[in-house]
Nanobody
Framework: QVQLVESGGGLVQAGGSLRLSCAAS????????MGWFRQAPGKEREFVAG????????RYADSVKGRFAISRNYAKNTMYLEMNTLKPEDTAVYYC??????????????????WGQGTQVSVSS
């Protein structure tokens, strides 16, 4: 059974940093795209960042470019999201995602077959 488990969320002041982790189990995703989405209260879920399966290309939402960095540890089957210079508008539930068939990172939810339960990130002003 495939599972994605997020950790690292919490409450932080504006300008602070957090590091989210996503531990995958049940299969390896070394050749699959993985990424992060988020959903703020009262808003639609949106793409945050994605990472390709093989050659390490990345993709970011404009709102987080230059502040967030996505990475993965293939040996540990784990993905990370380093979030710096956090803003109150970054407050959301963050979801780890992984693809079954796609290797390129995409901002389309339908490209990702596996989703974690989410971890809350709250940024105070």
């Amino acid at each position: 059974q495939v599972q994605l488990v997020e950790s690292g969320g919490g409450l932080v002041q504006a300008g602070g940093s957090l590091r989210l982790s996503c531990a995958a189990s049940g299969r390896t995703f070394s050749k699959s795209a993985m990424g992060w989405f988020r959903q703020a209260p009262g808003k639609e879920r949106e793409f945050v960042a994605g990472l390709s399966g093989s050659y390490g290309s990345t993709r970011y939402a404009d709102s987080v470019k230059g502040r967030f960095a996505i990475s993965r540890n293939y040996a540990k089957n784990t993905m990370y999201l380093e979030m710096n210079t956090l803003k109150p508008e970054d407050t959301a539930v963050y979801y780890c995602v992984a693809s079954w068939t796609y290797s390129d990172p995409s901002d389309r939810e339908t490209n990702y077959a596996y989703w974690g339960q989410g971890t809350q990130v709250s940024v105070s002003s």
